[in-house]
């Protein structure tokens, strides 16, 4: 069970880098009124990921934690494909740069490896009791596991970030909305 966990832990700061270069600073996603539908999905990934990871910090899921943890995987699958989808119109008239394109790619492609890792390793667990069964103590070294702890709440924290600032978003977009409702009353 300690291939996923890699997988997802080494991919991390790419995805970090994807949220923070490219939908908050470089096209400032949660502002644009195109991009509601891609925000929503990135906001879904910025939860789904780190509570894959963070489960699998915590333990080996065997029983229903293993078809919890499967699901998870599933619907971040399902979230990353309706992103695909709507990320052309949202970045319309600019379109999705090379770059980060590739950074998806990376991503994707990572979250399918560390899903079929878990399937694999796992397979058998999934009829055991439920549980999260402790990790073999010699893992990881425990500074690598504070570290990947410390990256998780990171993680989480850049969700609840993104997400304060598209809530604001849409307020303010509310707000003019009524003004404008106001001035064309009067």
Not at 46 to 70: K, R, S
Not at 98 to 126: C, D, N, Y
Not at 153 to 164: H, R, T
């Amino acid at each position: 069970m300690e291939f996923p966990l890699l997988i997802l832990l080494s991919a991390a700061p790419v995805g970090a880098f994807d949220v923070i270069y490219f939908h908050l600073w470089k096209f400032r996603l949660f502002k644009r009124p195109e991009s509601f539908k891609e925000e929503i999905t990135h906001l879904l990934r910025g939860v789904l990921v780190p509570a894959i990871t963070g489960i699998l910090l915590l333990g080996q899921p065997e029983g229903n934690w293993f078809w919890f943890v499967m699901f998870l995987f599933a619907f971040d699958t399902l979230n990353s494909f309706l992103d695909i989808i709507f990320e052309p119109g949202s970045r319309a008239p600019r379109g999705v740069p090379p770059t980060e394109l590739a950074v998806h790619f990376v991503g994707i492609t990572s979250m399918g490896a560390a899903w079929a890792t878990f399937a694999l390793a796992g397979w058998q667990a999934r009829l055991h009791a439920s549980v999260l069964r402790a990790h073999a103590v010699d893992f990881l070294p425990h500074w690598f596991l504070t570290f990947a702890t410390i990256g998780l709440l990171g993680a989480f924290l850049l969700a609840i970030f993104e997400a304060a600032l598209f809530v604001r978003a849409l307020k303010r977009r509310s707000n003019n909305r009524v003004a404008e409702l106001a001035v064309g009353a009067g």
